[in-house]
């Protein structure tokens, strides 16, 4: 295995293009062997072997197997997303187009069972010391999410909508992983959800707030009186 170069790097320092290209080595490496064998084929001694980098040097990198799986994530994500620039959703409304965006994220996944069950498992197993590696995934399928509604400047109220629709495509990838859930049950739930897109767009009706609710029969029978 060659010698690399072990010099910690502060975290908040930029990567030259030699620690981007082992950095991308080892989430390569990270990447293989969890399609091979899921969660437990990724051991940090095999990916350094693998991408030819010291055991210390990927520890420096990546602290645990869990920080390191959660960021293979948002590395597959970033190609995912990638790949969707290059052919756009055809929906005309932007929920349509989110929809189809999660479901073809979701059938890439499904091609690759064991990594995405160990993408999966690093991300339910992260504590608060991986919370800049989670916030990546977040941030990455967020912006794959306003990409499909075409959208640059959201309100809060439509952030608040892809945050929700985040979670859900994230529980729908577990549920169809742990086997509780078919695939034409992940895309009901998602078509649900996207509907939030259209309750929250600023052109649309206003959403109706507990004070402006339809009246009940009580309070139509009070109205008569």
Do not use: N
């Amino acid at each position: 295995m060659p010698a690399e170069d072990s010099t910690q790097r502060p975290a908040s320092s930029p990567l030259t293009e030699r620690q981007q290209a082992r950095r991308r080595r080892i989430l390569h490496a990270s990447a293989q062997l969890a399609s091979r064998g899921g969660f437990d084929a990724v051991q940090m001694r095999e990916v350094a072997e693998s991408s030819q980098v010291a055991l210390g040097t990927l520890y420096r990198y990546f602290p645990s197997k869990v920080h390191l799986l959660v960021a293979t994530m948002q590395d597959q994500l970033e190609h995912m997303h990638g790949t969707l620039r290059k052919k756009p959703p055809s929906g005309e409304r932007p929920a349509e187009r989110v929809a189809e965006t999660l479901m073809r994220a979701f059938r890439a996944l499904q091609r690759e069972p064991h990594l995405a069950d160990a993408m999966v498992r690093a991300l339910t197993f992260a504590d608060r010391s991986v919370s800049p590696e989670v916030d990546q995934v977040s941030r990455q399928t967020t912006a794959i999410i306003l990409d499909a509604m075409g959208l640059t400047d959201p309100t809060p109220e439509q952030l608040s909508a892809v945050r929700v629709i985040e979670h859900t495509w994230h529980s729908a990838l577990i549920t169809w992983l742990s086997g509780r859930a078919s695939i034409a049950q992940v895309r009901i739930d998602i078509e649900t959800v996207c509907r939030l897109i259209d309750v929250t767009d600023p052109a649309g009706p206003p959403l109706r707030s507990a004070h402006t609710a339809a009246p009940t029969a009580t309070d139509r029978r009070r109205g008569q009186s």
